[in-house]
């Protein structure tokens, strides 16, 4: 019994090695508990955004599919008053904000307190509409600049918890093209084609990085190509938010 009571003693941990180990793991908690928060924040706003993308995304396919036709324009969709009705009909719509852009804003989405990812304000043009989802995703989109030809409509942009924070285009608020056959995409130059095929060929590192820094500093518009860069960083990092 003695020799028993020996071999236990020897296989014990002192207090003082308890104490230090839970010391080490505390320390190693606290230099990664920051990044692995912060890494499950991205991954929230990624999932609310895939929502909103979602639903939008089916309202549109429905609406060609209903009437039969190839595009949006075919199925009626050829101004903000239409895409006004288009939601109304397919998604249940709380609240409107409209017309809009800045303060007149605030009880739909971030509206005057949205910021870009540099902290600046980044404020919604007059003229803004803004309808407000049962899951409380903000949809906007700029009355005024619905394009009458081509493959690009118009921008669109989702606040996906609305009202709630933190209101920073590029974590919780995007803008994305919408195009004639029903889809949503980066467009960040009038100028291109869906989602710059026609700007680009080899997707270059120093291209990714100048897309970033005008998401970072986009702070005139959320219905310009710049406010566009964000969606387009985040399309291109396939759906991963890694800045």
């Known amino acids: 019994m003695k020799v028993l009571n020996n071999s236990l003693q020897k296989s014990a941990f002192t207090l003082a090695e308890v104490l230090v180990t839970l010391g080490i793991i505390g320390v190693v908690s606290a230099m990664t508990l920051p990044t692995l928060t912060k890494n499950h924040q991205r991954k929230v706003y990624v999932t609310q955004l895939h929502k909103v993308y979602n639903e939008f995304q089916q309202v549109t396919e429905s ?4 009437r039969n036709a190839i595009n949006l324009r075919e199925a009626g969709v050829s101004g903000y008053q239409d895409l006004d009705r288009l939601l109304k009909n397919h998604m249940k719509i709380i609240k409107t904000c409209n017309p809009g852009g800045g303060g007149a804003m605030d ?39 619905f394009a009458s030809t081509g493959d690009f409509l118009t921008y669109v942009t989702f606040d996906t ?66 406010a566009a860069a964000c969606f387009k960083v985040l399309q291109d990092n396939g759906w991963e938010m890694n800045y």
């Open 63 to 66: 609406a060609i599919a209903e």
């Open 107 to 145: 009880s739909c989405v971030g509206g005057s307190g949205t910021k870009n990812l540099s902290n600046a304000s980044a404020p919604y043009s007059t003229g803004t509409t803004c309808h407000v989802t049962a899951s409380g995703a903000g949809i906007c989109y700029y009355s005024v600049a």
């Open 161 to 226: 918890n609305g009202k709630s924070g933190p209101n920073i285009l590029g974590r919780d608020v995007f803008v994305l093209g919408l195009f004639n056959d029903g889809s949503l995409g980066a467009y960040t130059d009038i100028t291109c084609g869906k989602d710059d095929e026609a700007c680009e060929s080899d997707k270059a590192e120093a291209e990714s990085k100048a897309d970033l820094a005008r998401c970072q500093a986009a702070n005139s518009s959320l219905m310009g190509a710049d």
